[in-house]
T-cell receptor, first 113, second 113 residues
Framework: NAGVTQTPKFQVLKTGQSMTLQCAQD?????MYWYRQDPGMGLRLIYY???????DKGEVPNGYNVSRLNKREFSLRLESAAPSQTSVYFC????????????FGDGTRLSIL | AQSVTQPDIHITVSEGASLELRCNYS??????LFWYVQSPGQGLQLLLK??????LVQGIKGFEAEFKRSQSSFNLRKPSVHWSDAAEYFC???????????FGTGTRLQVFP
């Protein structure tokens, strides 16, 4: 009963390095999401995918790229990491339209020095 | 534009006391409303949701929330708080027939014995 699995759980990068955060869900959900969580700002949507092969920008997409590899997997890539991208990143999934609840992974804590 | 406001950043209560966390939303029609809880180091877990019908919604862990259209509010309540309820609580609104959520900035609950 894994739900949404994120890897890695922790990562430290140097400015300018690249990295891909991985997310997989086993609930056969159509929609997947990437958020970042910063103190006092709640969760902000970076990108989301309504179905396999489609992606769309959220509120804060700059500096990120995503890939919906298949129905299960949705990855987030930082091409050239910046200190402003230090955050906790959450992946979530939902069944799709009609406002089905989102299910969250445990997060990736990313520090960029 | 849709938005969610959680006016209280931090609330402290004694174990056994009652609790009410405030949430106000801005949306032109009747929204879909959610409350999530986040324990330290964890992802978000759904507490309850309101889609339509009875304005008093029951959730997990003894929580309930009441939708008040006239006040644009969806406050979370619990009659008797347990130490394990210490966490951060997020209110979210989902515009009709979309698969995205807008989150409030969260309320951190501290419980004293």
């Amino acid at each position: 009963n894994a739900g949404v699995t994120q890897t890695p759980k922790f990562q430290v990068l140097k400015t300018g390095q690249s990295m891909t955060l991985q997310c997989a869900q086993d609930m056969n959900h159509n929609s997947m999401y990437w958020y970042r969580q910063d103190p006092g700002m709640g969760l902000r949507l970076i990108y989301y995918s309504a179905s396999e092969g489609t992606t769309d920008k959220g509120e804060v997409p700059n500096g990120y790229n995503v890939s919906r590899l298949n129905k299960r997997e949705f990855s987030l890539r930082l091409e050239s990491a910046a200190p402003s991208q230090t955050s906790v990143y959450f992946c979530a999934s939902s069944a799709g339209r009609n406002n089905q609840p989102q299910h969250f992974g445990d997060g990736t804590r990313l520090s960029i020095l | 534009a849709q938005s969610v406001t959680q006016p209280d950043i931090h609330i402290t209560v004694s174990e056994g006391a009652s609790l009410e966390l405030r949430c106000n939303y801005s949306y032109g029609a009747t929204p879909y409303l959610f409350w999530y809880v986040q324990s330290p180091g964890q992802g978000l877990q759904l507490l309850l949701k309101y889609f339509s019908g009875d304005t008093l919604v029951q959730g997990i862990k003894g929580f309930e929330a009441e939708f008040k259209r006239s006040q644009s509010s969806f406050n979370l309540r619990k009659p008797s708080v347990h130490w394990s309820d210490a966490a951060e609580y997020f209110c979210a609104v989902g515009p009709y027939n979309t698969d995205k959520l807008i989150f409030g900035t969260g309320t951190r609950l501290q419980v004293f014995p």
